[in-house]
Each structure stands twice: as C-alpha cells, then as structure tokens.
C-alpha cells in the first residue's frame, strides 16, 4: 500500500471516530411523561351531620340522610417533580337521594325512611400529591391534601317531600368550599399506562332551606363524603 491510499485510509478512519464522537445515539428519557388522564368509578359513601329540621310547623326530631352512590371519575394529572403531582379530579355530576330520618310519621303522613328530595352536584378537587418511593418503582403509594369546591343544581322536592313539607316545595342547597385529602397506590404497567385505587375525604357543607307556600325551614348539613376511586390512566 502506497503512502497515499494509507493517508486517505486515515483520514476516512479519523473522520468516522470523530463523527460518531459527535453524534452519539441519544438514550431513551427514563422519566415518565409529565401528563396523564384517568377514567374510573367513584363510590361515594356519606357521613352525614345534620341539625334537626327547624321553623314553623315542624315537630322535634326530624333529620336526614343520603344514600351512597356510584359514577364516573374523570382526572387531570401534572407531574411536577419525581415527587410530587398535582391533580384536578371531579366527576359525572350524579343524582343524589336525601332520606328522611326521624320518627315514622308526621301527622298522619310517613317520614322515616322515604325520599324527600333530590339533587345533583359538581365537585372538583384539586390535590398536591407526595409520592414515596423511586420513579423506577412499579407501585408508588401517595398522599395528597387540596380543596374543594361543591355546587348543588336541580334540586328537586319529591311527592313525600311535598307531602310533609304541606305542598309544593322548593329547595335551596349553597355551594360549599372546604379542605380533601386522599391516599393511594400507583401500578405503572407501561411508561403510558397505569392504575390507580384511592380514598379520599372532603369537608362540603351547606344549609338547606326548604320554602313551602312562603314558609322557610332549615337545616345544617355536613356531607362529609368518603369516596373510593378505581381508575385507570394514560400518560402523555
């Protein structure tokens, strides 16, 4: 080999070191994707404290109650750091059942047990959430504290309602504002999909006003709702 193709031969060789130097293949992002949304089921079991019924009319010993129920979760998800998420988290807006409570007739009419009202309400909750454990880690449990905020619409008085109340009845229910905490567990199955199980409580509160014919009667209701979440989320 003559001097010159050994100096070309060189230089080629050079040349592709000093390349491959410079462009080296990028590795993969080991972080997951700052964004995820998750679908799922809330259950929705209520504590409620209620203050008897009072104003014109009404006799000692009259409550109320809700029933649990079941619908949709629907979530935001912002990573902030390896640590810390924050979440916006609401639901479909369900129909919720007030239940009397109290002795079983008033007058000559039923009370105990029947379904004196509706309504249906939104509530989304923000929450800063703490995640233990490394990234890396395939389950990450979490606590979370936030706010939230509740208003109630198409509140409606039953038949039962209307009979008690003496007539056509209508209700008012004020929004509510008040502190939420949650805990919960984390699956990342893949970097874009995991799931999720939660419990989180909420302080939502308002006065209940029923007018029946110009006559008002209240009641203070702390809701004090304990809801489990099963989800499942995409990150992006």
């Not at 293949?25 to 080991?30: A, E």
């Not at 249906?120 to 923000?126: A, E, N």
């Not at 009845?169 to 567990?185: K, N, Q, Y």
Request: aromatic residues 10%.
């Amino acid at each position: 080999m003559n001097a010159s193709k050994a100096a070309t031969i060189g230089v080629a060789l050079a040349l592709a070191t000093t390349l491959c130097r410079a462009d080296p293949q990028t590795p993969p992002d080991p972080s997951p994707p700052p964004n995820s949304v998750r679908l799922g089921i809330y259950y929705v079991h209520f504590h409620p404290d209620a203050t008897d019924v009072t104003g014109p009319g009404t006799v000692p010993g009259l409550n109320l109650t809700l029933k649990d129920l079941t619908t949709l979760y629907i979530a935001y998800v912002r990573r902030l750091s390896p640590d810390f998420d924050l979440e916006l988290a609401f639901g479909y807006p369900p129909l919720t059942e007030t239940v009397a409570k109290g002795p079983a007739y008033v007058g000559s009419v039923p009370y105990n047990d029947q379904v004196i009202g509706t309504a249906r309400w939104v509530s989304p909750t923000l929450l800063i959430e703490y995640k233990f454990l490394d990234e890396s880690a395939r389950v990450r449990p979490y606590v979370g504290l936030g706010v939230n905020y509740t208003r109630f619409y198409s509140r409606q008085s039953t038949a039962a309602g209307d009979a008690v109340s003496g007539g056509p009845t209508s209700i008012s229910l004020p929004a509510s504002v008040g502190p939420a905490a949650t805990a919960g567990l984390s699956w990342n199955i893949t970097r874009h999909w995991n799931l999720h199980a939660s419990y989180s409580v909420a302080d939502v509160h308002s006065k209940l006003t029923t007018t029946t014919a110009g006559v008002e009667r209240s009641a203070h209701i702390d809701f004090w709702p304990g809801t489990l979440v099963v989800s499942a989320g995409f990150s992006f």
